[in-house]
Structures are given as C-alpha cells and as structure tokens.
T-cell receptor
C-alpha cells in the first residue's frame, strides 16, 4: 500500500504545454527525490530535497524544476514540454538514510 | 563514483525453478547495496538491503542475496520462483557516508516466470 502518491498516473500532452507532476507523502519523511526512468535504462536522479525550502539538482540534467514548500509535497514542473521529456517519472522519499520508498510513477507522453 | 552492472536484461525461467539475477558494482569506497522490485505499472519496492554484518541477506518474498566484496557482486537468488515473481528487478548502490543520497541504479533485469 502506497504512502506516497503521484498524480496523474498517465499524462499525454502537446508540445509547449506547462505541466506539473504531483507527489505527496504522508510518512513525514524529510528527504524526497525525483527519478526519471526510461525502458531498459537505469533510473536517473533528477532532483532531490533534504527538507522544506531545500532543493538540489541530481546527476541527470533536467529542464524541470521542483519546489518544497511543505514537508509532504514535492511537485515537479516542466515549463514547456517537449517530446524528449517523454518518460516515466518516479517520486521517492525516505527518513534520514533509511531505504527509499517509491510512488507508483507518472508516465508522461509529449506529442 | 559508483556504478552498477546488471549483466542480464532478461531472465526467462519456469515456475518452481531456481533463479539468480546477477549484479556487479564498482566503487572506490565502501558501499551499501540494495535490490528493488518493480511490478507492472507500479513504483519500486525494496526487496532487501546490505548495510553491514552478515554477507547473506534475506529479503521479502523468499529472496536472498549475497555480498561478495572480492568479486564486487551482490547477486539475487530465489530457490523456487512463482508466476507472481514476474517483474523488473533493480540492483542499486550507494557510498557509505553520512549522506547516502546518491543511489545509483542498474539498468534492471526483467524476470519472466512461465508456467
């Protein structure tokens, strides 16, 4: 049972649109992460946060941005979607250095 | 820096047969090791982890893995698989440090269990 929620599960959108992928967790975890996952490829860390008002870029360069105004909420925004952004986006959280707890992902298709 | 290699992209196996999913890593420092499972249309779920201590680690759903430092491996095993084990399996590594935020994942192994 997921205590970390991602919406929407699936999104098909046209090029140039602004989109926000939502991620919320109810576990009070301090650290939150966004990973990008393409078929047959490893997961790439694109953003992470240590807590409220903390955001860092991950290893994979991404045109997306994130914010962490509340502990439980870590939305990811694309100002202008492009077909190269088509991927699955996974949100995760953890308390200190405990193992990551993942959401079910958002599968984004940009046409 | 750390890296992870999962040698098999796909592993087909019949139900009730044993299975081994291979994972090798490279790192210049000590590491923590993890196996995650991803069922279709779901996120990743932790199967097991090695942090320290016994090199044989038991996880959920009857899986186990053995940390072999000399061979830099962390292979995942199950003595008898079920249809429900069909999923994608990811090996991951992070450096042993105060802040283990950089979790590096392998490319995944798709386990397909046939009746």
């Amino acid at each position: 049972e997921a205590d970390i929620y991602q919406t929407p599960r699936y999104l098909v959108i046209g090029t140039g649109k602004k989109i926000t992928l939502e991620c919320s967790q109810t576990m009070g975890h301090d650290k939150m992460y966004w990973y990008q996952q393409d078929p047959g490829m490893e997961l790439h860390l694109i953003h992470y946060s240590y807590g409220v008002n903390s955001t860092e870029k991950g290893d994979l360069s991404s045109e997306s941005t994130v914010s962490r105004i509340r502990t439980e909420h870590f939305p990811l925004t694309l100002e202008s979607a492009r077909p190269s952004h088509t991927s699955q986006y996974l949100c995760a959280s953890r308390w200190h250095n405990s193992p990551l707890h993942f959401g079910n992902g958002t599968r984004l298709t940009v046409t | 820096a750390q890296s992870v290699t999962q040698l098999d992209s796909q592993v087909p196996v019949f139900e009730e047969a044993p299975v081994e999913l291979r994972c090798n890593y490279s790192s210049s420092v000590s590491v923590y090791l993890f196996w995650y499972v991803q069922y279709p249309n779901q996120g990743l779920q932790l199967l097991l982890k090695y942090l320290s201590g016994s090199t044989l680690v038991k996880g959920i759903n009857g899986f186990e893995a053995e940390f072999n430092k000399s061979q830099t491996s962390f292979h995942l095993r199950k003595p008898s698989v079920h249809i429900s084990d069909t999923a994608e399996y990811f090996c991951a590594v992070s450096a042993v440090s105060y802040n283990t935020d950089k979790l590096i994942f392998g490319t995944g192994t798709r386990l397909q269990v046939f009746p």
